[in-house]
């Protein structure tokens, strides 16, 4: 029997901007990454998404698997200038992997030679897309990965996983705080600010692109105000140190939701809320609707999916879903 790949939920690139939560497992989850692999990790996730003109919001980059939001915005033609500025960040200086020189590139692109024309074609291919963006950051770390450790073969356990999100304050502003609290949920701190290899982390310690990647979120270019505004969000995790991992077990949820009660957002966000991670599409009923109805446009067929709210455990605002999880959906 031949399994088919489900296809993934993207808004096509031409059509507007598109906000995407995207994660990513090492090979049998094994914890493979050292402190010196996520600072490369980060270094070439800034330069693949500067090649490819996407913007990160957040990220979390733990030993065994990587959390990446980031916004694609709406995909346009570039100039001649503007691709090779971008083929620069990508290769700085002259490599085995590039098919040609800088400089024949260049006049290449001056004299509308086929290669040129070819060149662009393949470089545009490349922009203002989520998949190829993840594939080229895959196979660019698994190249580095792989020459420093003296092993061969995959890296990555399968295609990455993807969540669209609806672009607007009251969905990312879930999602982000969720992503950055992995490391607490991991164990490894109490307080995302003293994990350097999360966005918050990265800020606090000065970090200018993830101050405004979280300050696009707030739509606000003062980060001593987001900072104060973000730290509320984390607040239940931030000033003490005892609070490690979720704190809520599954008999707690369940207790909580026949009771008809609330919990405070930040306590469920240190929680895995698998909604997060494999609810396809989140954001308000007529978001969910709308991208469903694309999907089996495009597609032909009927696909199976409907909008859920998700768990009424804390405030979610308008919040849904397009799938249920697999598993216990928050715990």
Known sequence: MISVRTPRIKIAPELGDASYHCITRTVNGEFLFD???KEVFRKQMRQVSEFCGLHIFDYTILSNHIHILTRVPKKTELSDAELLRRYRVLYPRPTGHQTARIEVIEQWLATQHPHGVAWRQRMMALMGDVSPFMQLLKQRFSIWFNRNHNRYGTLWSQRFTSVLAESVQPVLLRMAPYIDLNCVRAQLVGDPKDYRFCAYGEAVAGGREAQEGLCSLFGDNDWTRVQAAY???????GSDPRHKGATISQADFRRVIAEGGQLPLAEVLRCRVRYFTQGAVLGTRAFVEEQLAACRRKSGRRLAGAPYPLPPVTDWGELV??????GPAIG
């Open 35 to 37: 402190d010196v692999a």
């Open 231 to 237: 730290r509320q969000i984390l607040f239940s995790v």
């Open 321 to 326: 879903s397009l799938r249920l999880p697999r």
